[in-house]
């Protein structure tokens, strides 16, 4: 199973960007990659999450518009461009793979227990 590392979090200013990082240690095209965050004192949040062939992808309604998720196949990577950014996007981010083998079609989840592999979180922080 693959491993999974963030990076790229960091402190921006409101209306800043970011593009956040997520490496696999292995092929993730089994896999539905996501995003999720969690900022103090809350629970976990889906950010958002594309399938293989980033032909289906879905999106937090706070993000909708202002976060793009994207992978390359090849490079076994993930990102999240967040543009746009308010302070209410400070969270820790993590990546996420949800396996779903060698089905044509995958079905994005927005629900974390259904996600298998996580990175260890890469901190965002939004100044106002």
């Known amino acids: 199973q693959v491993q999974l590392v963030e990076s790229g979090g960091g402190l921006v200013q409101a209306g800043g960007s970011l593009k956040l990082s997520c490496a696999a240690s292995?092929?993730?095209?089994?896999?539905?990659m996501g995003w999720f965050r969690q900022a103090t004192g809350k629970e976990l949040e889906f950010v958002a999450a594309?399938?293989?062939?980033?032909?289906?992808?879905d999106y937090a309604e706070s993000v909708e518009g202002r976060f793009t998720v994207s992978r390359d196949n090849v490079k076994n990577m993930v990102y999240l461009q967040m543009t746009s950014l308010k302070p209410e996007d400070t969270a820790v981010y993590y990546c996420?793979?949800?396996?779903?083998?060698?089905?044509?079609?995958?079905?994005?989840?927005?629900?974390?227990?259904?996600?298998?592999?996580w990175g260890q979180g890469t901190q965002v922080t939004v100044s106002s």
């Open positions: 996420a793979a949800n396996y779903q083998g060698t089905l044509y079609y995958h079905t994005i989840k927005r629900d974390p227990n259904e996600y298998d592999r």
């Open positions: 292995g092929s993730t095209l089994d896999y539905v």
């Open positions: 594309a399938t293989r062939r980033n032909d289906l992808t």
